[in-house]
């Protein structure tokens, strides 16, 4: 991995809107707001807002990183296409990391045994994926129903993420631990974790989607013309 001086770095997979720029001596400037929609006019501003107190342009720019889900799906496509058009237009390189991940990277930092990270779907179900207390992954990402976590949850009892109190009100196991609730990931800890584990990061930023988006059929009714 090369040693990138300045990393900018941001997340709009889940119900907030960060940026950050983060160098190799560990300084960083980090501008966080919690929006459940609204990503798409706020992240540019913020960006650049972030350079200026930064003193730097986007030249200065080594790489970029951003999440790559799963999560809420408009606010995927909004962070994926910025890291893609500021990679293409600056010539430098894009990487991903899973939202699971970015999560598991704050959580590990207070963690004493391995734990669960949860996000929203805003639907009966959680992405959920399982993490050593290091904040390594030991399972892969899916979309469960509580009957399904909790039928699985062998050792893993610790939970984090923006999903937990709605989960332990569905839950029926009483024993679940909150550790800490990390609500999104912090552009900050994932810019710094990609020059220490880049293998955890991917070059391959496309979204990842554990399930298909919301699509309902329309009722109406449509004449058929023969030919």
Known sequence: ?????????????????????????????????????????ALMPMIEDVLERSQCSYEDVDCIVTTIGPGAFTGLRIGLSVAKALGLSLNKPVFGVSTLQAIAFEASESAKVDFKVLVETRRDDFYIQDFSMEGFPISEPQALSVDDIERNMADVKCITGDAVDRFLKLAKHEKWGVFTSVQSPDPLIMAERLLVVPEL??????????????????KKQYRVLEG
């Open 1 to 41: 991995m090369d040693i990138f001086k300045k990393i900018l770095t941001f997340d709009t997979s889940v119900s907030a809107c960060s940026a950050a720029l983060f160098d190799h001596n560990g300084n960083g400037t980090i501008i966080k707001e919690e929006m459940p929609r609204g990503q798409s006019e």
């Open 201 to 218: 990061f991917t070059r391959d930023v496309e979204p990842l989607y554990l399930r298909g988006a919301d699509v309902s059929q329309s």
